[in-house]
Nanobody, 124 residues
Framework: HLVESGGGLVQPGDSLKLSCAAS????????MGWFRRAPGKERAFVSA????????TYADSVKGRFTTSRDNVKNTVYLQMNSLKPEETAVYYC???????????????????WGQGTQVTVSS
């Protein structure tokens, strides 16, 4: 069970930190990803992090501005978003990948468990 939080309304250029808390199972068992769905658009990959947190990958559009991290003791994954843009208004989802390989995936179809999403609105 994954629950996202931290969304809200911010102005362009602002920062926001999303959290994804897991219950029921140790988050350390999963590779984790963040995705977003903007109004009228398909779901898009944002970032992913390995089980240990030692490996991360990002969509080109967020590189240098977004940072994903995890605290396996707290069973939580984070997405720090800086310099937000209006076009990044979307529902943000965290997802868990149980695959055996260490490589993190950018493909949402590889993720078995999803949270309900949290709305991020970037507007002046």
């Amino acid at each position: 069970h994954l629950v996202e939080s931290g969304g809200g309304l911010v102005q362009p250029g602002d920062s926001l930190k999303l959290s994804c808390a897991a219950s029921g199972r140790p988050l350390a068992n999963y590779k984790m990803g963040w995705f977003r769905r903007a109004p009228g658009k398909e779901r898009a990959f944002v970032s992913a992090i390995s089980r240990s947190g030692g490996s991360t990958t990002y969509a080109d559009s967020v590189k240098g501005r977004f940072t994903t991290s995890r605290d396996n003791v707290k069973n939580t994954v984070y997405l720090q978003m800086n310099s937000l843009k209006p076009e990044e208004t979307a529902v943000y989802y965290c997802a868990a990948d149980t695959g055996a390989y260490a490589t993190v995936s950018k493909n949402g179809d590889d993720y078995e468990y999803w949270g309900q999403g949290t709305q991020v609105t970037v507007s002046s």
